[in-house]
């Protein structure tokens, strides 16, 4: 049964043995990914016209963007190896921040990749530099806030995914689990290769539907009721990998960070 406790020991990390060594490597992996982001994702051509206040030349503003971008990258590089120095943890956490925010303004869609911007602000406070790291910081006990940044970030995946399934549930019913017609109309427009071949197998499409709220619904019961969200984590991967073999839809800025926040751990049973 759910209570105050099971939540308090997932948010503070009691059956952790090595919550810092956890918190370094989940450091290391959202580095790297806001970095592959800013330098692949995100093409400052795009923002110019945001950027009038800043000289109402396109030229000046396309190159105020790409020293942004340039030193976003520097800095978020720097942090991923370790560097503790506070003015850089913050300037990279304010470029990426804003990179997704003039890329909302320009697409007008929901950035996905949010939780990247929590996490981020999160571990920039902690003390995320000892382990794995180019630079040698002097070494602390972990905090109460060290074990909440692992904590906050496994319980917002899990709810992220319930939340994933609500929207489903509440927009078109239990009729998108049972159907299959959603994946079947996406795999028409926009389907892979090997995707296009299930069209040819409806009862297919139908069990991945299910399959689909089956995993959305189970990843927060298996994190709050249990002790094996490292099983649901590593199928979590599997999922998504499949989802991107038929679709094209890669959720990679998500289950990359499972790895140190779910599988990689010294865990108590």
């Excluded at 956890?22 to 016209?49: D, G, H």
């Excluded at 105020?64 to 370790?82: D, E, P, R, S």
């Excluded at 094996?228 to 990998?241: E, R, S, T």
Aim: aromatic residues 22%; contains cysteine.
């Amino acid at each position: 049964m759910l209570n105050i406790e099971k939540i308090e020991a997932i948010l503070f990390q009691e059956n952790n043995n090595e919550p810092l060594r956890t918190l370094c490597l989940f450091r290391f992996f959202l580095c790297v990914t806001c970095v592959i982001f800013l330098a692949f994702e995100f093409n400052p051509i795009f923002y110019v016209k945001y950027a009038s206040i800043i000289s109402p030349s396109a030229i000046t503003s396309l190159c105020f963007f790409n020293l942004a971008k340039t030193v976003g990258i520097l800095f978020g590089i720097l942090f991923a190896i370790g560097c503790d120095l506070l003015i850089i943890k913050l300037t990279f956490l304010i470029v990426f921040t804003c990179f997704n925010f003039y890329s909302y303004l320009i697409t007008k869609n929901f950035n996905y990749n949010t939780h990247l911007i929590f996490f981020l602000l999160l571990i920039t406070f902690s003390n995320c530099s000892y382990y794995f790291s180019f630079f040698k910081s002097k070494l602390n006990n972990a905090t109460n806030y060290d074990k909440f940044c692992i904590g906050f970030a496994k319980l917002y995946i899990g709810f992220l995914y319930f939340q994933s399934f609500l929207s489903k549930v509440v927009n078109s019913g239990v009729h998108w689990f049972t159907s299959g017609d959603t994946i079947k109309t996406y795999l028409i427009l926009k389907g892979t290769y090997i995707g296009k071949l299930f069209l040819s197998f409806p009862f297919l499409l139908k069990i991945i539907s299910g399959f689909t709220g089956l995993f959305e619904l189970s990843f927060i019961i298996v994190l709050l009721f249990t002790n094996k969200d490292k099983y649901i984590a590593i199928l979590a991967i599997i999922f998504h990998v499949g989802i991107f073999l038929l679709m094209d839809i890669s959720f990679w800025f998500l289950w990359i960070l499972f790895f140190p926040l779910f599988i990689y751990r010294t865990t108590k049973f």
